[in-house]
């Protein structure tokens, strides 16, 4: 639990540095951008070089190695059951057998090579969603989000969970380390029980919080609605960054998917 | 599980996004109107979203897989809030995972939002009514929302996955080998979260009975 | 600060209120408060102080009784009005803070109030520099201290410009030097700003030193309300309401009670202790040097 606790962090995303600084709409659009090319593309060049990109600014802003890594590996489990799957179940062109008992796999050249270009994509798909994470504060993208004509119930609610997930989180611990300190989780139908008993206590926290941060609003005005600031015109900088990261895009997908010859 | 970023082909992708699209914006009135005749509803839901987002972080021991699974709560959070206002949470929960955890990805957000916002809440929702509309108890009714909410969610996010990636093979033997692949893991971790889904509706019926009439007076509306 | 003469700005009359499940939570209350006035409300817990609390900032509806706030009844005033004039610090920061960030958290009243975006800044900068946390304003809430949290609480109060601040526990949770920083700051906002101060408490050890008129709730009703000296010196009826006299009046009470000191009144602050009880010592027995050197 505390891992997941530990990785669920924004102390990276509220730092102030270079990437930091830019304009979260632009960061955003360039981020769906990388990973809907490197899901067009169909050789593995252009997803390897967004990933490289990608890694590239994390190191510049210092994000430590440690980090990268542990967010990148969970995607990569299910990326190699799949390209396994695929090996063995697509394709026409035999590359190697597998004996497993009675049953015999082969493997195919075009299932793998699909494999692979699957895992090159997540790679550089991953890769970009972990550099915007690493440098834009949840803050920002509800602002973005707010320009870019997300409902506003959408916004307010995602706000909300948002500051109360971090609150909650706190009291869960607690009283998950209050059960612990007193055998909760010892023995597996133990552990169950106890689970439920937190899930339950949470929930009931969170009755109450809601009811508190109600009248808190009602409090200072609240009319129904949370009212928003509104985000400045994007700068000319941040235009220009994202029109080059646009144009490179298109320019590495035309490149390796032969449009050009 | 969700889909992680990267793993959907673009076509596919989007499509998902827009089947998710209006079962959003059904949700998002839902809200809206409640919201409008009781001012408390907006923060109320809020809050339930969060708390599901947390108990769907935590880790339930897989001994058949060896490892730590998360539930997905969202059968839960059915029960509480009802179907469409779990839709929106649910959304919310992945966009934040995709941007604190690389959890997911916002590409793929359109099919994580169909398997686990509008199946698993669809599911949940309906176990739970029509089990207590033929009177069973809300112990049966949760674990039956929990466990089925669970199920098919990965039922869903495997039918997603054969057929963007079948390519040129039989949709159906990758559907039943991913489907395989998935049970050892899935068939306990529904389990579970049907019995932590029961801990869940006893603790609070306990110690605040009178929300949760409240609450089931919420979820028929 | 001093305020009689002042017309009132809270009038609460005969106000009773009771919970859905029946339990009276305010008995017949009638509580005034004037404009400019530190007026505190000392009461041991569960005994209705947030009730009363919430029925002030109209959260909850009293089912007799009037509110007047700056001589208009509550029930007729919108909450655009009503919460200019009255501003909430509820005892938990956490409760009160629901956005991600301190910016946004302060920004949120001016903005319901639809000022144009360059005015919501300047209110959060200006409040935000008022309870000197300026440093914080881009960071996120939850990364903040307890401390800090309160002081942003109090900045998004603020921020509404209201002309009376209600707060609950003020100083609870905080550690000594954060309680007499907050209570310093309260009592600059009274002085400087002229905003009348409602505190509701149960610690008396530093109320003495800023509240011009006190308030004792017990069990829903009010028991008794005067100057602090006037509260105090009625040992009988704190005692049975469940609160005790500051430490420092309560060493003076003993040394009287059980020693037979002859010490007139009851001093309620560190400062008047000491004058008293220099007054008792023998001149050969104090060093000039040292006294020349005290404060």
Known sequence: ?261 | MHISEGILPVGWAGAWLLVALPFLAWGIRQIKRRGQTEPRYRAFVALVGAAVFIISCMPIPVPTAGTCSHPCGTGLAAILIGPGPTVVVASIALLLQALFMAHGGLTTLGGNIVSMGVVGALVGFGAFRLLRGAGASVAVAAFAAGALSDWATYATTSAELALALHGGGSLWSLLGAIMMAFVPTQLPLGIFEGILSVGACRFVSSRRPELVERLLARSSG | MNAPGKPFLIEMENVSFAYDEGSLALKNVNFRVRAGEFVSMLASNGSGKTTLIKVLAKLLTPQQGTVRIAGRDVRAMTAGHLYQQIGLLLQDPNDQLFAPTVEDDVAFGPRNLGLPDVEVEQRAEESLAAVGVAALRKRAIHHLSFGERKRVCLAGVLAMRPKILVLDEPTAGLDPAGESQMLQLLSRLNREQGISLVLATHSVDLLPLFADRIYVLNRGEVVKDGAPEEIFADQEMMHRVGLRLPYISRLIHEMRCYDGVRIEGLPLTLREARLRLLELIPPQLIMESLKEKTP
Not at chain 1, 48 to 58: C, E, F, I
Not at chain 1, 145 to 174: G, H, I, K, N
Not at chain 1, 212 to 238: Q, S, V
């Open chain 1, 1 to 261: 639990m505390t891992q997941t606790f530990e990785l669920f962090s924004d102390l990276f995303a509220l730092r102030n540095n270079a990437l930091s600084r830019r304009d979260p709409r632009a960061k955003l659009l360039a981020c769906v951008a990388a990973t809907v090319a490197a899901g067009l593309s169909t050789r593995v060049h252009l997803p390897l070089a967004v990933m490289a990109v990608a890694m590239g600014g994390m190191l510049l802003v210092r994000v430590p190695v440690r980090l990268i890594v542990a967010r990148l590996l969970p995607p990569l489990g299910i990326v190699a059951l799949l390209g396994l799957l695929r090996t063995f179940l697509i394709g026409s062109t035999p590359l190697g057998q597998v004996a497993l008992g009675s049953w015999t796999l082969t493997a195919t050249q075009e299932g793998f090579h699909e494999g692979v270009l699957l895992l090159a994509r997540v790679l550089g798909a991953v890769s970009a969603l972990i550099l915007l994470s690493l440098t834009t504060p949840a803050h920002r993208v509800f602002a973005a989000l707010r320009w870019l004509r997300v409902p506003q119930v959408w916004v307010e609610t995602a706000m909300l969970m948002y500051r109360y997930v971090f609150l909650l989180l706190d009291q869960t611990a607690d009283i998950f380390a209050a059960q612990r300190a007193r055998l909760g989780y010892a023995g597996a139908a133990r552990s169950l029980r106890s689970m439920g008993t937190l899930g339950g206590a949470v929930l009931q926290r969170a009755f109450d919080q809601a009811d508190r941060a109600h009248e808190a609003m009602m409090a200072r005005g609240y009319r129904g609605e949370i009212p928003f600031g509104t985000l400045g015109p994007t700068p000319a900088g941040d235009m220009l960054l994202l029109g080059a990261v646009l144009a490179l895009l298109a320019v590495g997908l035309a490149l390796g998917e032969g449009w050009l010859a």
